[in-house]
């Protein structure tokens, strides 16, 4: 059966989560059937919807870091996100904040917020790849902060 080998296809792709494009790549089946098979595994269990257009197969699996440089590109972690992983701060930050060329938005999947701020393009630096995760520098999400502070557009509480 066509969607038991979609599934097996899935299990071995490296990612954590998938992109309906991800999933038509490996769909042997009719496109237009594509949604229809996908609700089905929703509702049976077998995929998990993080949001519209992104699946699981397990959403605690999920590489979340990941997933918010690639739902809205071009972007990069920073802010108070970044200066947690930096070790700045202690609390754990409940939403992923990110930094962006495009239009501010908030996107709300399964399990997290995400929270994506614009700057302009001649500020669009100072990140560096982790993994498959492009994250700000200690300086640049600090400098981040401080920018978007003294435009208004974010407060920090120390």
Known sequence: ??????????KLCPKTYFSVK??????????????????RFVQKGTLQKIMRGYYCLKIQN?????????????SYISLEYALYHHGFIDQIPETITLITTTK?????TAEKLLEYSHIGSDQYF?????????IATKEKALLDELYLISLGKRSFTI
Request: aromatic letters at 8%; a neutral charge.
């Open 1 to 10: 059966m066509q969607t038991n080998s979609l599934i097996q296809k899935l």
């Open 22 to 39: 991800d999933i038509e790549k490996l769909y042997d089946g009719n496109r237009k059937s594509l949604p229809v098979t996908l609700t």
């Open 62 to 74: 999920v590489d979340f870091e990941s997933f918010a440089c690639e739902v809205k590109k071009p």
């Open 104 to 108: 501010s938005q908030k996107l709300h």
């Open 126 to 134: 100072g990140y560096e790849v982790v993994g498959n995760t492009l």
